[in-house]
């Protein structure tokens, strides 16, 4: 057990204690621990006992399982009190830090190599989001924070129901048609020009700079040119995605064209290889992983420059027009619904670039753990 877990395990037993001895809320007049309190104080209660029997080294698994019992007492006590107590607090904190030293201990034995079941590695991401979640709801619930500063999780769950075929239309606009027609476009663009750069030394000098500079134009001001110059529907929008992406792209490709060595190109020179032969069989393989990380860079960019640009001028649809109509009329459980539904969308993006990835660039070492041949 490191010195930092045990930290963790003590800092989980004394709030554990102060969770049972400080009060939990007031309901009214009256100030809570009472009768319905009492699963909120046989947890803190648990904690103890297990920290006591394994002498704070919990496994994972017993972690695991208390940070998840954890979590729910805590949502499970919020119609219970009208106002969080100081105890309150000290449970939330009780679960929160059981929730780490589960992750903590999972990734040591990850890293050890000590699992080698399929899949175990996602746990811990799950593991870390389902705390926040439970410690946002906590948070905004117990501490009666108000609903146009910070939504609760719950609150904003609740908009998406009510809300879903609204939801479903902006992303078909936002990230169906301008996303992801904006985004094959500026990648493929950079990486031809990219080719083409590395083809000649002249375009190297010429049009590498003109993309730097193409790189810092400000987003707030190309997007409203985009829409004098294209329409206020999507093909706007994704002309921005296209000038948001297309940088990385080239910059990147043209790095991972050059990571080859002087030998591998004289070997390929030496079998008579044209310059067609060598890109294809030696110098695109080689800088497929700096391809990747462009695209992967730019599945999070282009949706956030397809919103931004929706700003500036779209159809009555799209989660950028839905933004910022519910900023104006103060409904900010809309704002975070459509913040959440572009976070999801632009997570499961990224995700799907990267098992591309590891499908493509199997043989790279990054990709096999670090083997070596």
């Given at each position: 057990?490191s010195r930092f ?96 030293l589960f992750v ?155 990571v080859t060595v ?112």
């Open positions: 057990m877990e045990r930290v963790l395990a003590v800092l989980a037993g004394l709030s554990a204690v102060l969770a049972i001895v400080l009060p939990l809320g007031t309901k009214g007049d009256t100030t809570l621990p009472t009768g319905a309190s009492l699963p909120a104080l046989a947890y803190p209660a648990i904690v103890l006992v297990l920290l006591a029997v394994f002498r704070l080294k919990l496994p994972p698994a017993i972690s695991g399982a208390l940070a998840g019992l954890g979590g729910a007492v805590v949502l499970l006590q919020l119609d219970q009190f009208d106002l969080a107590g100081t105890g309150y607090w000290c449970l939330v904190v009780t679960g929160w830090l059981a929730a780490w903590e201990r999972l990734s040591a034995e990850l890293a050890r190599g000590e699992f080698r079941v399929p899949g175990i590695g996602v746990v811990v991401p799950i593991m870390f989001g389902l705390a926040v979640l439970v410690a946002w709801e906590a948070g905004t619930r117990g501490g009666n924070v108000p609903s146009v500063l910070l939504p609760s999780p719950s609150a904003i769950w609740g908009r998406i129901v009510s809300n879903f075929p609204m939801l479903v239309a902006d992303f078909q606009q936002t990230f169906i048609k301008a996303v992801l027609s904006g985004y094959f476009i500026g990648n493929a663009v950079g990486l031809l020009v990219a080719i083409a750069i590395d083809r000649s030394p002249f375009l190297k000098r010429g049009l590498l700079p003109i993309g730097s500079f193409v790189s810092a134009l400000p987003l707030v001001g190309i997007a409203p040119i985009m829409v004098m110059w294209f329409g206020f529907d999507w093909p706007s929008k994704a002309a921005v995605v296209v000038i948001m992406t297309f940088f990385p792209m080239l910059v990147n490709a043209v790095a991972g064209l050059n002087a030998m591998e190109r004289d070997l390929m020179r030496s079998y008579a290889s044209s310059y067609g032969q060598t890109l294809i069989k030696l110098r695109l393989p080689a800088a497929a992983p700096y391809i990747f990380n462009a695209l992967k860079i730019n599945s999070t960019l282009a949706l956030i420059g397809a919103i931004v640009a929706e700003f500036f001028g779209t159809p009555v649809v799209g989660m950028g027009f839905r933004i910022s109509t519910a900023v104006g009329r103060m409904d900010i459980d809309l704002v975070w619904a459509e913040i959440a539904v572009s976070a999801l969308v632009g997570s499961v993006f990224y995700g799907v670039v990267a098992l591309i990835e590891r499908g493509v660039t199997f043989w790279h070492p990054s990709i096999r753990g670090g083997e070596t041949v």
